[in-house]
Each structure stands twice: as structure tokens, then as C-alpha cells.
């Protein structure tokens, strides 16, 4: 303890404790503080620069989301559209088919109405001619039958013949 | 890259400092004490001791030539505040005496020096009279100003964290990471930023930071500037070690609140009469006993490494008889390179220590009740 005290300079601990005091007080003056201030910022600013990308990042999958929806949703209305669409185009082909059908059937029976029409005035027709015609001939046979005594009296036979008297 | 050129400045600074102003002091034979190099083991303890004192010239080692003593260091100002006022003078006015012997007389006043300790001859006195305890008996001892060994070694320093830091400041204005030297200061800075002062303090670090940053600093390049073969040994000056204990001390004590007090004086949760004992015991602790653990537990690290680097260093010269002269230089060689990386282990240490032990007291003193 006696040596310790010896070896213990109270001049040197006096110019120790100003010296000090001094070099604590420039210190923080001229590098403490600049130099603690710019790494808080340096800090902050990395914090903040990380904060932001974490925030654009998130925003990033929000709007992916949201792409992901509006996708879910045009494919839907799409599948909605089709599927409308392929009901019209069935319905009008039924349709189509329906109306060309009872069209048709129409225009057959116009077609057969015509046809008989057609067929019964040819038919008479030839049933007129068939007559006028028939007449000609028969005139005509007549005439040559009846244009000699011999046929004449030849037929008055036959005809005799044929008509039995009972 | 101005920042290289900067740090090869200051550290040339140094070194010129160092070997161009050095002065060389010769003593004859006859006048010296010893008369031959120091190697019989009275003269190396006494070089020992007197290595881890300060001195008012920066001694950096002895040569003998010609039977002559050859000092290599430089002298420093000697400042006194005697009877007869302000006296400065250098300290090679002494010729390297230390025996009371060369009497410099500046005006009316007449110096002496004995023991590292300057005395001012009272009136009328011619030479130094001692009493039986070798004190001197007809002189009284001036204030002392002197720029001293340890003295410039604060002051060098002070200078050295003032330019690379101030440097490290300056680089923080123009971009945002700094380049060259300050690369390396700046995990330093948040070494002790956040490992010390935030750990230890709490919220409240930033206002102590500056104060724990220099005392770090300070500790730490005097410590590792005290195993180079400079000689400074100011961490192992007990006045130094004295002073930054002091300031922690006044620093917590200035910066303690109420909370603190009340646990101090009147701890809660104990019996009631054991509140006054425990009451004496933490004042105790908190004035005598933290600010006392700080001060001598780096002063006696510091200046036990400077005496076992150097004893491990003389084994070279005291073993020589049993181990001959190669023998017992690879063995000095070989434990004191070890002993020297322990030794700058224990400089960021002890430095890290006295540190985070600040931060730990200030931390209490600043402590705010937990809100249950």
C-alpha cells in the first residue's frame, strides 16, 4: 500500500484528469458525435431502404394476387361466355333445324298438293283424250266396217252370233 | 485513398519524434552508479522499476562505448510552479541524473532531481541533505507541469485519436462508407458501440457513448503503445489509472436517478433492519470499492506485463552462467514472445474491461424501475 501510494504522482494524476477531460470533450465535439450521427443515419437509412423493399415486396404479391384474380375472374367469364355461347349455337340449330323441317314438310306438301293437282288434270286430260280419241277410232272402224256390204253383213252375223236368243 | 497518406503521416510522426530528435547523454565511467551494463540482477530489477515509473525524459535505451553510457531518447520540458513562480526548463538540464546530484538553477530557484521527483532547493541550500529514509530534508517539492514520459504519451495519443477518428468524422460528410484507415476504425466503433454501451446501458447509451468510445481508445492504443519498445507505460501509472476511474465514478454518480438511490439506501424486498447494513455496504461498493476495483485492476495488469515482459526479456542476461549465452537467449526469446502475445491480448483486454465495466455502472446508475 506504502508503494502504491509512493508510485502515485499527484501532478501526473491532475495533468492526467484535464488532459483528459479535454481530449473527452474534443472527442465527442469533433468525432463521437459526427461520427455516431452519420452511422445512425447510415443505419436508418439501410433500415429504411430494407423496410421499402419489404413493402414493394409485399405490393408485389398483392398485385400478383390481384393478377392471379382478375386471371380467375376473365377465365371464368370466359368458360361463362363459352358455354352461353355454345347453348346459343345449339338452340339456334335446333332451331334452324326445326324451322327447315316444318319448312320442308311445307314444301312437300305444297310439292304433293301440286303433284295430285297436276296428276288429276293430266289425268283428266287424258281421260278426255282417251274419249275424243277412242271416238276418232271408233268413228273410223266404223266407217271402214261399214264401208262394204260384206263386213256389213259379216258384223250383223258376229253380232247375231254373239246375242243368243233364249 | 486521402486517407492512407494521412495514417502513414501520423504514423511517421511518430517515428520521427521518436529517432530524429534524439539527443544522446554520455556519462563518464567514474560518474555512473553502475559504471558497466546493466546485468547483474539488482541493476535489472532496478531498470525495471524504474522503466514502469514515469520520467520527466523519454529514455529509450542505454549503450556502452568506449566505457562510456550512451543514452538514446530525447528530452522533454520540464514546467515547475515553485516558490519563485513559473520555471520551465528541458529536462537534459539534468544530464540524466536521478541522484539529487545536478543542481539546475533557473533564476533563484535551484532543482534537483531524485527519483524521478523533482525538488526545489530551499534558500540558501548548495546541496541536498537527506535524512535516514533517503527523503531530502532541505527542499520542497514545486507543482509539477512538466510534459513528462506519460504526459506525452497522453497527449500523443490524444493527438493520434483526434486525427484518425477526426478523420473518420470527416469521411461521413462526403459518403456514407468510409475508405482506407477508416475502414478498419469503423468496426471498432460499433464494436464498442454495441457490444459495450448498448448491451450494458440501455436506451439511454447514446449520451455516454463518446465518453466510453475515448476511454476505450485511449486504454487501448496506450496499452498496445506501451509493448512496443517506446517504453511508455501510462496505463501502468496508477495516477492515470486513478483519474479514469474517477471520471466513471463522477460520471454514473452525476448520471444516477432516483431509482438508483432508493436501491441503494433503502433496498427493497430485504428486512427492514437489514436495510441500513446493506445501505453501507452498496455506498461502499458504489464510492470506494467499483472506482477502486477500476483503478488498480488495470494499473496492476498493465505494470505486472511491462515487469514480466522484461524480467522474461533479462533472462537472457541472468541465466547465462547455468545455460550459456545461446541457451539462454532462445529461452528469453521463446517465453517472451509469448508473454508479449498474451500481452497484447491483455491490452484489448483490460481496455475492454475497464469498458464495459463504466458502461455496467453507468448502466445501473441510469437503470429505470421496471414497469410490472
Given at each position: 500500500?506504502?508503494?502504491?501510494?509512493?508510485?502515485?504522482?499527484?501532478?501526473?494524476?491532475?495533468?492526467?484528469?484535464?488532459?483528459?477531460?479535454?481530449?473527452?470533450?474534443?472527442?465527442?465535439?469533433?468525432?463521437?458525435?459526427?461520427?455516431?450521427?452519420?452511422l445512425?443515419?447510415?443505419?436508418?437509412?439501410?433500415?429504411?431502404?430494407?423496410?421499402?423493399?419489404?413493402?414493394?415486396?409485399?405490393?408485389?404479391?398483392?398485385?400478383?394476387?390481384?393478377?392471379?384474380?382478375?386471371?380467375?375472374?376473365?377465365?371464368?367469364?370466359?368458360?361463362?361466355?363459352?358455354?352461353?355461347?355454345?347453348?346459343?349455337?345449339?338452340?339456334?340449330?335446333?332451331?334452324?333445324?326445326?324451322?327447315?323441317?316444318?319448312?320442308?314438310?311445307?314444301m312437300?306438301?305444297?310439292?304433293q298438293?301440286?303433284?295430285?293437282?297436276?296428276?288429276?288434270?293430266?289425268?283428266a286430260?287424258?281421260?278426255?283424250?282417251?274419249?275424243?280419241?277412242?271416238?276418232?277410232?271408233?268413228?273410223?272402224?266404223?266407217?271402214?266396217?261399214?264401208?262394204?256390204?260384206?263386213?256389213?253383213?259379216?258384223?250383223?252375223?258376229?253380232?247375231?252370233?254373239?246375242?243368243?236368243?233364249? | 485513398?486521402?486517407?492512407?497518406?494521412?495514417?502513414?503521416t501520423?504514423?511517421?510522426?511518430?517515428?520521427?519524434?521518436?529517432?530524429?530528435?534524439?539527443?544522446?547523454?554520455?556519462?563518464?565511467?567514474?560518474?555512473?552508479?553502475?559504471?558497466?551494463?546493466?546485468?547483474?540482477?539488482?541493476?535489472?530489477?532496478?531498470?525495471?522499476?524504474?522503466?514502469?515509473?514515469?520520467?520527466?525524459?523519454?529514455?529509450?535505451?542505454?549503450y556502452?562505448?568506449?566505457?562510456?553510457?550512451?543514452?538514446?531518447?530525447f528530452?522533454?520540458?520540464?514546467?515547475?510552479?515553485?516558490?519563485?513562480?513559473?520555471?520551465?526548463f528541458?529536462?537534459?538540464?539534468?544530464?540524466?541524473?536521478?541522484?539529487?546530484?545536478?543542481?539546475?538553477?533557473?533564476?533563484?530557484?535551484?532543482?534537483?532531481?531524485?527519483?524521478?521527483?523533482?525538488?526545489?532547493?530551499?534558500?540558501?541550500?548548495?546541496?541536498?541533505?537527506?535524512?535516514?529514509?533517503?527523503?531530502?530534508?532541505?527542499?520542497?517539492?514545486?507543482?509539477?507541469?512538466?510534459?513528462?514520459?506519460?504526459?506525452?504519451?497522453?497527449l500523443?495519443?490524444?493527438?493520434?485519436?483526434?486525427?484518425?477518428?477526426?478523420?473518420?468524422?470527416?469521411?461521413?460528410?462526403?459518403?456514407a462508407?468510409?475508405?482506407?484507415?477508416?475502414?478498419?476504425?469503423?468496426?471498432?466503433?460499433?464494436?464498442?458501440?454495441?457490444?459495450?454501451?448498448?448491451?450494458?446501458?440501455?436506451?439511454?447509451?447514446?449520451?455516454?457513448?463518446?465518453?466510453?468510445?475515448?476511454?476505450?481508445?485511449?486504454?487501448?492504443?496506450?496499452?498496445?503503445?506501451?509493448?512496443?519498445?517506446?517504453?511508455?507505460?501510462?496505463?501502468?501509472?496508477?495516477?492515470?489509472?486513478?483519474?479514469?476511474?474517477?471520471?466513471?465514478?463522477?460520471?454514473?454518480?452525476?448520471?444516477?436517478?432516483?431509482?438508483?438511490?432508493?436501491?441503494?439506501?433503502?433496498?427493497?424486498?430485504?428486512?427492514?433492519?437489514?436495510?441500513p447494513?446493506?445501505?453501507?455496504?452498496?455506498?461502499?461498493?458504489?464510492?470506494?470499492?467499483?472506482?477502486?476495483?477500476?483503478?488498480?485492476?488495470?494499473?496492476?495488469?498493465?505494470?505486472?506485463?511491462?515487469?514480466?515482459?522484461?524480467?522474461?526479456?533479462?533472462?537472457?542476461?541472468?541465466?547465462?552462467?547455468?545455460?550459456?549465452?545461446?541457451?539462454?537467449?532462445?529461452?528469453?526469446?521463446?517465453?517472451?514472445?509469448?508473454?508479449?502475445?498474451?500481452?497484447?491480448?491483455?491490452?484489448?483486454?483490460?481496455?475492454?474491461?475497464?469498458?464495459?465495466?463504466?458502461?455496467?455502472?453507468?448502466?445501473?446508475?441510469?437503470?429505470?424501475?421496471?414497469?410490472?
Amino acid at each position: 500500500m506504502e508503494q502504491l501510494l509512493e508510485n502515485f504522482s499527484l501532478d501526473l494524476f491532475v495533468k492526467q484528469t484535464i488532459l483528459f477531460l479535454v481530449l473527452i470533450f474534443l472527442m465527442v465535439k469533433f468525432a463521437w458525435k459526427p461520427i455516431l450521427t452519420a452511422l445512425n443515419d447510415r443505419e436508418e437509412s439501410i433500415q429504411g431502404a430494407l423496410d421499402a423493399a419489404e413493402d414493394a415486396k409485399k405490393e408485389m404479391q398483392n398485385l400478383q394476387a390481384d393478377n392471379e384474380k382478375l386471371i380467375k375472374e376473365a377465365r371464368a367469364e370466359r368458360e361463362t361466355l363459352l358455354k352461353e355461347a355454345r347453348e346459343i349455337k345449339t338452340k339456334m340449330i335446333e332451331d334452324a333445324k326445326g324451322e327447315a323441317k316444318a319448312e320442308a314438310d311445307k314444301m312437300i306438301a305444297q310439292a304433293q298438293a301440286a303433284i295430285e293437282a297436276e296428276r288429276k288434270a293430266a289425268v283428266a286430260d287424258l281421260k278426255s283424250q282417251v274419249a275424243s280419241l277412242s271416238v276418232d277410232i271408233a268413228e273410223k272402224v266404223v266407217k271402214s266396217e261399214l264401208s262394204n256390204k260384206d263386213k256389213q253383213l259379216g258384223l250383223v252375223e258376229e253380232m247375231l252370233g254373239q246375242a243368243t236368243l233364249n | 485513398m486521402k486517407v492512407i497518406p494521412k495514417t502513414i503521416t501520423s504514423l511517421s510522426f511518430i517515428f520521427l519524434i521518436s529517432f530524429t530528435a534524439f539527443a544522446t547523454g554520455d556519462k563518464k565511467e567514474g560518474q555512473s552508479s553502475h559504471g558497466d551494463p546493466v546485468n547483474t540482477p539488482e541493476e535489472i530489477n532496478e531498470y525495471i522499476q524504474h522503466h514502469v515509473k514515469d520520467s520527466h525524459d523519454f529514455h529509450m535505451f542505454s549503450y556502452f562505448s568506449d566505457g562510456e553510457e550512451h543514452h538514446v531518447g530525447f528530452p522533454l520540458p520540464v514546467i515547475l510552479w515553485g516558490e519563485n513562480g513559473l520555471s520551465a526548463f528541458m529536462s537534459s538540464a539534468f544530464h540524466h541524473d536521478d541522484d539529487g546530484k545536478e543542481i539546475v538553477a533557473k533564476g533563484e530557484s535551484n532543482f534537483v532531481r531524485l527519483h524521478g521527483k523533482i525538488y526545489e532547493l530551499n534558500a540558501g541550500a548548495t546541496e541536498v541533505s537527506f535524512d535516514e529514509a533517503h527523503h531530502p530534508t532541505n527542499a520542497s517539492t514545486p507543482i509539477d507541469l512538466s510534459i513528462t514520459k506519460s504526459v506525452f504519451g497522453i497527449l500523443l495519443i490524444g493527438l493520434l485519436m483526434l486525427l484518425w477518428f477526426g478523420g473518420l468524422a470527416k469521411q461521413y460528410k462526403k459518403k456514407a462508407i468510409p475508405t482506407g484507415f477508416g475502414r478498419v476504425l469503423e468496426p471498432l466503433v460499433l464494436y464498442v458501440r454495441d457490444e459495450i454501451a448498448k448491451p450494458n446501458i440501455g436506451p439511454k447509451y447514446r449520451k455516454f457513448t463518446g465518453y466510453l468510445m475515448t476511454v476505450f481508445f485511449f486504454i487501448w492504443i496506450l496499452n498496445l503503445m506501451g509493448l512496443t519498445p517506446f517504453g511508455f507505460n501510462v496505463t501502468g501509472q496508477l495516477a492515470v489509472t486513478a483519474a479514469l476511474a474517477l471520471i466513471t465514478l463522477v460520471v454514473y454518480l452525476f448520471s444516477s436517478n432516483g431509482h438508483f438511490w432508493s436501491h441503494q439506501l433503502w433496498m427493497p424486498g430485504v428486512p427492514y433492519f437489514l436495510r441500513p447494513l446493506l445501505a453501507v455496504i452498496e455506498l461502499a461498493g458504489t464510492l470506494i470499492i467499483k472506482p477502486f476495483s477500476l483503478m488498480v485492476r488495470l494499473f496492476a495488469n498493465i505494470t505486472a506485463g511491462h515487469i514480466v515482459v522484461m524480467s522474461l526479456i533479462a533472462i537472457g542476461i541472468t541465466m547465462q552462467e547455468q545455460m550459456s549465452a545461446v541457451g539462454s537467449t532462445i529461452l528469453s526469446f521463446i517465453l517472451s514472445l509469448f508473454i508479449t502475445l498474451i500481452e497484447v491480448l491483455v491490452a484489448f483486454l483490460q481496455a475492454y474491461i475497464f469498458t464495459m465495466l463504466s458502461a455496467l455502472f453507468i448502466g445501473m446508475a441510469v437503470e429505470e424501475p421496471e414497469h410490472h
